[in-house]
């Protein structure tokens, strides 16, 4: 019985050779491939609204530059040769206030 | 679709002298109404105004193009910088009238003598200000407008 069902199932040869299905062919068709494809739940199980927003609430508001640029992590990341660098910067003109104007003027 | 990687690279070079403007502008007349320091402004801002913004844009802009080749940090490549802008700020500022060189240094505004031992250590006082300036400030930029 179960092979007869298969058999009748499957399809032959000089069924899958022909150019063109006629119409209880292409029910035939349908029914296999709606037998193989498992149900669909068109329904969903949660809101999706409120994560959306969450998203757009999210994505509107991006870190002003200034605080990604001075941020704990990006001054983290300053290696000490660095911050050594800036300290010799400030103590020289520190030291000679009166060339800060040339300072300015070759910036 | 072109992307023109070339003008926000002049965009980002830009940003950074075009702020310090304000600075140099403010600073320029704190020393002139404030300590009485007799600097031309009108002429003294034509160089930090007109060309170190352009020049600072069109470096970046050979810095992007030299990113597929072989290439310095871009801290490195901005402190080259300063032997370029130096010697053009200089001439700038003979011609101008507000620099003058005298047996004893150089005298901006006819006011601030800097003998010529404290140019060398001055220069690399600039060597320093732009490496950094470059690393860490135009390279932010450069990511920001997306050619980091």
């Known amino acids: 019985m179960t092979e007869q069902k298969k058999a009748d199932q499957e399809m032959t040869e000089p069924e899958m050779s022909k150019p063109e299905m006629n119409e209880p062919e292409q029910k035939k068709f349908a029914d296999l ?75 | ?39 031309p402004i009108e002429r003294a801002i034509i160089f930090p105004m007109a060309l170190v913004p352009n020049i600072f844009g069109a470096w970046n802009m050979f810095y992007l193009w030299l990113r597929p080749r072989p290439h310095l940090p871009i801290g490195l490549h901005g402190a080259i910088l300063p032997f370029i802008l130096a010697p053009i700020g200089f001439a700038l500022a003979t011609c101008s009238g507000f620099l003058s060189a005298t047996s004893a240094g150089l005298v901006w505004f006819h006011e601030v003598a800097i003998p010529y031992g404290l140019i060398a250590l001055g220069f690399s006082f600039a060597l320093i200000a732009y490496y950094l300036v470059w690393k860490y400030l135009v390279g932010f930029f450069n990511e920001v407008l997306g050619i980091g």
């Open chain 1, 33 to 107: 491939l709606k037998q193989s494809l498992p149900p669909t739940n068109w329904e969903l199980d949660r809101d999706l609204w409120p994560k959306m927003l969450q998203r757009l609430d999210h994505d509107a508001r991006p870190r002003k530059w200034f605080a990604v640029l001075f941020s704990p992590a990006a001054l983290a990341a300053v290696p000490w040769f660095d911050w050594a660098l800036l300290a010799v910067l400030i103590v020289g003109v520190c030291l000679s206030p009166r060339s800060i104007p040339v300072w300015l003027y070759h910036f």
């Open chain 2, 1 to 39: 679709m072109n992307t023109h990687p070339y003008l926000r690279a002049y965009m980002a070079g830009t940003a950074v002298p075009t702020m310090m403007l304000l600075v140099v502008l403010t600073g320029f007349l704190i020393a002139r109404h404030t300590f009485h320091i007799p600097i």
